[in-house]
């Protein structure tokens, strides 16, 4: 058990240091020649106006807040699904039920507009 | 093999670190971050003790999932008031946030 | 154990007979031997990209009625390898006003998120990774480390569209994981397991038959996570210039692309070992080698059909991606997860082709009233887009006939 | 084993760095990257607690969902504060002396309890942890009621959140 997990900390480890190995040798490799113009950041030609930090629709927020919910909600079913055939026929309608509950949040954000994206 | 002790301290340290974010931090979000700290130190320990402890019965576990539970639903309520102050302010400063003062 | 049934348990077995003849104990040595194999996988991942890129730009040419590439090389088989000496060598250029850290951390952790889920793909009987008890769950965890590198390359990149492009992108990941997660739930719940290995066991009957529209979700879901056409707002050039990678250059915008392209095949795999039995087949179990070989084809299999898709369809607007997804493939998901249960519970005492007849009628009764309903709404919508189109008709032509009068 | 006692000591360490980085840098946005990191290690802790569900939870959970949300948070309420404007209040340093009291007080408290050098329960007594911790969460005589008030509350936060945080007056803010 522990042992498996040290092996994913490994793999972990080079999966993310192979990538960053290779932007380093290219940036040794690379030739460099900065120059102000270069670095001036790309909107098509133009001048960047005003600050980066625009604002943003609520909207972002409202489609993260309903998933965040439902992910933790899914999440803790999976123990409920491994331990499927423990479960009598009542505690498998007490897990649906846990969805219906879910599924009434769907609604409500649904009916609140949260995923209209005018 | 670690000892209890360890996690034990690591997650007063975290407890403490979070404690000083929410007393100290000016903006409500990085209050808010601060409260996590807290609730994930919690998790630690539930954690650690069921494991030290109690590995037979799950209580650790389902205490984990309810305090895991709390947080997100506290983040969500906390960010979603956090934007509607700032829409009707434009400020999150939570010292200038003070109107339900009773 | 024979070489040619089971080529890499032999070399594994050389291997670590080799360490342990220096005087390590024959379990340290194995230790050693699976640690330094686990180490290699990313790289071998990594340089698989190669092949798939080109593959991948000859079956969108021949799609598109072109040659794609065939310049270098026969076949231009070594176009990628070119392709990658040139970015390679190129200039980093950093922007101005950058996060540097963010900055340079994003292309990694594109790269990594995808790579990491190498280690949990069960290969054939004998070659399952790291079998580990939460593996469907540790996909979809490592899969958020992929979001996480997109919000740092559009926060950090300091220009407007590389956000607004980051944080729509990240709108639709997110999204789409629901459904995903969900669909996902399905397999675990037909396996009775988190554990790919056991998923992959549990599979004489390939669960596309049982869950059928888990496994299209799944799909769907998947190719949104890859963020590729018909969901590829992230590049959609006509509104926010290159996506959230417009400010990255040389190989630090190569390896989002290397991460694009993995994930396409990764999602493949997956999907392959939930839903089409990985390296189940006849004969795998004797011998592992055939295991390999049909875990290759089914993959290549689901791959092409993700090209495929990709190459003929045109791009969805981000409210049709959000509404799609919340409005039809959460609900449709969650009904197909219930259902699922219910059947597994209720039909728990019939036989395994009894039950999954049940599976399948109800997956299609579920289909059926989706569609259902689909029709009624859309021909609702059509009633009262035509109403209006009416209305603006008369309306035209009552102000012609005044502009006459006058 | 000595390996990891190591794991734990440079997590520790990578923890604690990322939480005083989050609650002391001034700008908003790193100080939610530096969340992140923390959240990460904790998932490491986790696995050496032989809980990977939790580690994984973890992952999707907290960095996944919660820190994604933080930082369009941030995002949204980008113009409030100014980050070069002081981030902490004046109690700043009553505080740093509370909490460093605070942990004089409960390390004091631990190391004094003599089940503080206690080491792990046998790891192999109990393989099936996902199954069990599935099962009680729908058994009456386990934590079924623990787990349908999470769902409820849960329910309540999405509402609660929904209709605070919508904007009323829709086609103020452009995108």
Redesign the interface.
Known sequence: MTISWLYIGIFLVVSLGLPAVAIILAGILAPKKPSPEKSIIYECGVDTHGETWVQFK?QY?LIG?VF??FD?ETV?LYPWAVAFDRLGLFAVLEGLLFIGILTGGLVYAWKKGAFEWA | ??????????S??????????V?????A??M???V??IL?AV??NL??F???????H?TG??F???V??????????G??????V??NK??????DVADLKG | MNFLSDPVTFIGNWLTGLVASLGMPKETAAAWVTGVAVGILPLLAMLWVLVLIWYERKVIGRLQDRPGPNRVGPFGLIQPVADMLKIFLKEHILPAGVDRIPYNLAPILAVGGVLGMWIVVPFSATVHGVDINVGALYIIAVGAIGTLGIIFAGYSSNNKYALLAAFRVVAQLISYEIPMVLALLVPVLLARSMGMNTIVQAQPVWFILAAPLAALLFFISSIAEVGRSPFDLAEAESEIVAGFNTEYSGLKFGMFYVGEFLHAFTNSLIFTALFLGGWQGPGAEQFPILGFIYFFLKTVVVHFLGIAIRGSMPRFRIDQVMQLNWKLFTPIALAAFSAAALVEKLAANLGDAARIGIHILVNAVILGVVLLIGSRVFKARGIRLDALAERNRAAVKLSMEKSHDS | ?IL??VI?LIT?VV??TA??L??SVPK?IH??LW?IL??AG?AV??V????P??AV??VI??IG??AV??I???M??R???QDDG????R??V???A???M??AV??GM??SWD????????PA??PD?IV??GE??TNPQG?LL?FEV?SI??L???V???Y??R?HRAGKEEE
């Open positions: 609520a927020y807040l965040l919910i933790i803790f | 093999m670690i000892p209890l002790s360890w996690y034990l301290v690591l007063a340290a975290l407890v403490c670190i979070g404690v000083f974010g007393i100290s931090r000016r903006n979000i990085a808010l971050l601060g996590e700290l994930n998790n630690i954690l650690a069921w494991r030290y402890m109690d590995v037979i799950v576990q389902v984990t999932i309810m895991i539970t709390a947080a997100a639903a506290e983040v969500a309520v960010l979603a008031i956090f934007i509607a700032y829409r434009r400020t999150i400063a939570a010292e | 084993m990891d006692q734990f520790a923890v604690l939480a005083i989050v609650v908003m100080a939610a969340l923390a959240l904790i802790l986790f050496l607690l032989q809980a569900f939790f939870v973890q959970v907290y969902a919660i949300l933080v369009f948070a941030v949204l309420t113009k409030a504060m002081p981030q902490l209040n109690y700043s009553l505080a740093a509370v909490s460093l605070l942990f409960l390390t631990l190391l089940g503080a050098n206690n080491l792990p329960v046998n007594v109990n942890t069990n911790l009680s969460l934590f623990p999470a509350l849960l309540a936060a999405l609660g959140a929904i605070i945080g904007e």
